[in-house]
């Protein structure tokens, strides 16, 4: 370990958190203790702060406590005259370098001072923080830098991290040699897709300012996003780091060795500091060290090799000077290739013959009017796409042909008609594969920096930006994308692929005829496609790199929740890769055809999720998702008081959380801590329930799947209630407020401390039983009874952050990436869809942010569930319980970008004015307010039988 370094980094830290420090008592001064703080727009307060040490930041005065704890990781500077071990002081200064820069940017937003003004500038993509003050802009998007990662951005990027679009993120500090340096290194991380984070600067001068100086388009429609133009701002990317693991990986706060574990082994990413490298700089990098994220510089610096902290080098010196290369442009490029080998980033790149930059970072960009060369399709003309199945002898590969005339004549900013005709050819292609394989030019060709396209089939709408014109894009190039891409992708079922460009006006219009026809097929074949006319559904464990215990089901008439896969997209999936993500699962007997069980998806689901999953309803919201809940009489402590849950939901039944009041449960590292309540739960008990008795003589009757904190060999495990037998050791508390219930927990701390007096040997093993507030409660019965009278309903309650709380002194469960989230209003008869671009707050007193946390994590949720957004218009959504005249509310969003959808739904559902009788968060924010919509709109809800 150097000890140059272990000095910059240990006085940067010092430097940082005594600077925190000033800010603080400067703001607790002049804005006062109670001033909230947040980061805007996303779910887990100040992220960093919340996943190290599970503290919920909310008021200003809440951050003491943080620098308090910053300062304690804080060392002194190594000694000149011997050498020490400094690898543990630097990581513990980077750490509170960390706490102290998530505190600084906190206090820069209670200021105005975040996201950084930056007046003129515009994010690609924008950003959900609408600063008027900063810049010309109206709607927000100009005039400042972006700031955090807002949460629908975050879950965006997820699907692309879980599925391999995206192979991991960059993070630049500092600033590049030159410009052309600096565009040609983020030209080669968006060649690649690496999602790239820029903040710093060198002497004042950032990447951020050689890029716009250069036209470099940034944001998040281009896949590199400009945090701020000084060191501290790179916080905003560690943060992403551990909020992608609170979101996919099932963390929760505190739990930070789990959080800087899952991000070493799941999360490939590294800093990249270009030119200086100053104190502040050594101690950020020393912070990044800590989540397993190399740091490699381009200058002259003490290297740190293989410790077991980073999978490979800690830090890299690469001095530019001395890359080789015949210019800088190629250092840049071999600069970019060595951060890739050091983080042991996958990456897999189509040689794409365009004159333009080309990667999956484009995917998404704008071509403005203003830009545009010229247009294919929208108002003023016609633009299809189609793709046929041929014969191997009848195409040649490769071959792109161009029939009509180019658009060289055509006026700047004009339009014209243009059709794509694709023939693909493979010894393993199948006609049912065209439409999936179609479906990919949208993505193919929104690859190419500069071009645009949007909508599919017949209706498809492509923009070539006059950048992108000028250096060399014709419309041959979109056949020569084609057919890299195909081949490069869908190489294990593709041999040939050969792609015409119709302009010419007759050929064009009988081409769209025959698409037509096609798609015509098409639609009457998917319509007959229904799940029982298969005999296999498949899977998607895609997730399963992020989040360990999630598993999809997915048939052809309901698409994976992230609605991103159709089951003939798995189908092609699984024939290009036999040994991949998605795999048929033979269906077995068919138990109940109404709500959708099949004795071969619930086999495979208990298996694929890790016995997380028992049993899986195709076709219901109430049911398996089912009640995962607990009787009446089950004992809380709620806010310091006794009290038992059917007591506590029965009075606060059809309220808004979330609730000020904080239930009992226990962190990680075995302390009673209050957790805040969201929501309530109440559902009609199943017919049989189990009641356990433990040691202690606690008894407590819970429903059969509720799971139930187990030890085991291997640690805590969650077991449903009906997999627990007499025998078992479950968690339990301690603590005075329940010992005061029981009596069982005085006189058996009373024996440890005679026993630590009488043999002090015995200290390492029974000390830390009297550190931890808990301790294993044997099961001495096990027994399954009938709910009856006794217990017609049964209870539970949402959390915010520990998704677990004690009853009876037992420790309990409580009730993504989802395109959307349906849950129930029992107050309504019905359900309210929320897609994942919706910030506004439901009907159900919660945002999507705070109803993704109910419904992940791999646990099914009576009346909560992700849907892709398409399984909302399939004639099997939530069928079981009453189909999609049961949705009450929907994000406005939804309605416009689905209408076309909707109103086929609504016709099918013999009711035309359906949609309209919905309502959305322009109109309805709470229940009273639905509630008169509903009156007042005639929905068929308030007259369909109870759905419950």
């Not at 949402?798 to 209003?825: H, P, Q, R, T, W």
């Amino acid at each position: 370990m150097s000890r140059y370094i272990a000095t910059r980094a240990i006085r940067g830290a010092n430097a940082l958190v005594a600077e925190a420090e000033v800010m603080l008592h400067k703001a607790l001064a002049e804005k006062g203790p109670d001033t909230p703080v947040a980061f805007p727009n996303t779910a887990y307060y100040l992220p960093l702060i919340f996943g190290m040490t599970g503290r919920q930041i909310e008021t200003i005065g809440q951050l003491a406590p943080i620098l308090q704890e910053a300062r304690a990781l804080l060392h002194p500077l190594p000694s000149q005259q011997h050498w020490t071990p400094y690898l543990g002081e630097t990581l513990d200064s980077g750490m509170a370098t960390l706490l102290a820069a998530e505190v600084i940017e906190a206090l820069r937003f209670v200021y105005g001072l975040q996201p950084e003004p930056m007046p003129g500038f515009h994010l690609a993509g924008g950003t959900s923080f609408t600063s008027p003050d900063n810049g010309q802009g109206a709607n927000g998007h100009d005039g400042h830098l972006n700031g955090p990662i807002d949460d629908i951005q975050l879950r965006t990027w997820g699907i692309q991290l879980v599925d391999g679009r995206m192979p991991g993120f960059a993070a630049i500090v500092g600033a590049a040699k030159s410009n052309e340096v600096a565009v040609r290194i983020v030209r080669e991380l968006q060649r690649r897709n690496i999602l790239t984070f820029l903040s710093g600067n060198v002497n004042g001068r950032s990447i951020i300012h050689q890029l716009m100086e250069e036209g470099v388009e940034l944001g998040y429609d281009t896949y590199t996003v400009p945090f701020g133009t000084d060191t501290i701002s790179a916080i905003y990317a560690l943060g992403f780091a551990v909020r992608s693991a609170l979101t996919f990986g099932g963390m929760k706060g505190g739990m930070a060795r789990d959080i800087l574990m899952y991000n070493k082994e799941r999360v490939f990413a590294f800093v990249l500091a270009l030119g200086e490298v100053d104190d502040l700089k050594y101690a950020a990098a020393a912070g990044a060290i800590n989540f397993g994220f190399p740091v490699i510089a381009d200058t002259v610096i003490p290297e740190i090799l293989p410790t077991g902290v980073t999978t490979y080098e800690h830090v890299v010196s690469l001095p530019f000077n001395e890359i080789d290369g015949v210019d800088d442009l190629e250092r840049a490029e071999r600069l970019v290739q060595k951060c890739i080998e050091v983080r042991g980033v996958k990456v897999k790149v189509a040689n794409v013959p365009v004159p333009v930059p080309y990667g999956s970072a484009f995917e998404g960009e704008v071509v403005r009017k203003a830009d545009m060369r010229i247009e294919f399709g929208g108002k003023y003309s016609r633009c299809f796409e189609y793709l046929t199945m041929a014969e191997l002898d009848a195409i040649t590969d490769g071959k792109v042909e161009v029939i009509g005339d180019g658009f060289a004549a055509i006026e700047a900013q004009g339009h014209m008609d243009m059709g794509i005709v694709v023939e693909v050819a493979g010894r393993e292609m199948q006609k049912d594969f065209e439409p999936v394989l179609e479906r990919q030019i949208h993505y193919f060709v929104n690859g190419a920096s500069g071009i645009q396209h949007i909508g599919q089939r017949d209706i498809a709408w492509i923009r070539i930006s006059t950048a992108a014109a000028d250096k060399g894009f014709d419309l041959e190039h979109f056949g020569k994308i084609i057919h890299a891409r195909l081949h490069a992708d869908f190489g294990a079922i593709v041999d040939k692929v050969q792609v015409t460009i119709y302009t010419e006006p007759q050929q064009l219009q009988a081409w769209l005829a025959r698409a037509r026809t096609a798609y015509d097929y098409r639609n009457k074949r998917l319509a007959d496609l229904t799940d029982n006319s298969v005999n296999e559904f498949y899977s998607c464990t895609l997730c399963q790199s992020f989040a360990p215990d999630h598993v999809c089901i997915v048939s052809p008439e309901r698409l994976g929740l992230c609605g991103a896969y159709n089951w003939l997209d798995c189908k092609a999936s699984f024939s290009i890769n036999p040994t991949g993500p998605n795999q048929p699962i033979k269906l077995g007997t068919q138990m109940d055809g109404r709500k959708g069980y099949w004795t071969g998806i619930n086999q495979y689901a208990q298996s694929a999720s890790h016995g997380k999953v028992g049993e899986v309803a195709m076709y219901s919201i109430m049911e398996n998702p089912m009640t995962a809940c607990l009787t009446a009489d089950a004992t809380l402590v709620v806010d310091g008081h006794t009290t038992t849950i059917g007591a506590w939901v029965e009075a606060h039944l059809g309220q808004q959380g979330p609730f000020e009041a904080r239930v009992l449960t226990l962190d990680e590292q075995g302390q009673v801590v209050p957790s805040q309540i969201l929501g309530v739960h109440r559902n009609p008990a199943p017919p049989v329930l189990v009641e356990m008795t433990t040691k202690s003589g606690q008894k407590l009757t819970l429903t059969p799947n509720h799971p139930v904190a187990v030890d085991q060999p291997d640690g805590l495990n969650w077991l449903r209630a009906d997999e627990i037998g007499a025998g078992d050791r479950i968690y339990a508390a301690r603590t005075p407020s329940l010992a005061e219930k029981t009596g069982r927990s005085r006189p058996v701390r009373s024996n440890v401390e005679r026993v630590l007096a009488a043999q002090p040997e015995a200290g390492p093993v029974l000390q830390p039983w009297l550190e931890h507030e808990d301790f294993l409660d044997t099961v001495t019965r096990v027994e399954m009874v009938e709910s009856g009278d006794r217990n017609p309903w049964v209870y539970n309650l949402s959390l915010l952050d520990i998704n677990s709380y004690l009853a009876n002194g037992l420790l309990v469960k409580n009730c993504g990436c989802f395109e959307c989230i349906v849950m129930l209003i029992p107050e309504a008869n019905g359900v309210m869809v929320v897609n994942r671009e919706d910030t506004s707050m439901t009907p159900a007193g919660m945002t999507f942010s705070t109803l993704a946390g109910m419904a992940g994590g791999g646990l099914q949720t009576p009346g909560v569930m992700g849907v892709g957004k398409f399984y909302l218009v399939s004639p099997k959504f939530i069928s079981a319980d009453g189909g999609f005249k049961r949705v009450v509310w929907m994000s406005s969003v939804l309605k416009e970008t689905m209408a076309d959808e909707f109103k086929a739904v609504a016709e099918r559902e013999g009711d035309p004015e359906l949609l309209e009788r919905i309502a959305d968060e322009r109109s309805v924010t709470t229940v009273e307010e639905l509630l008169a919509w509903l009156e007042a709109h005639n929905h068929p809800a308030l007259v369909m039988d109870p759905i419950f």
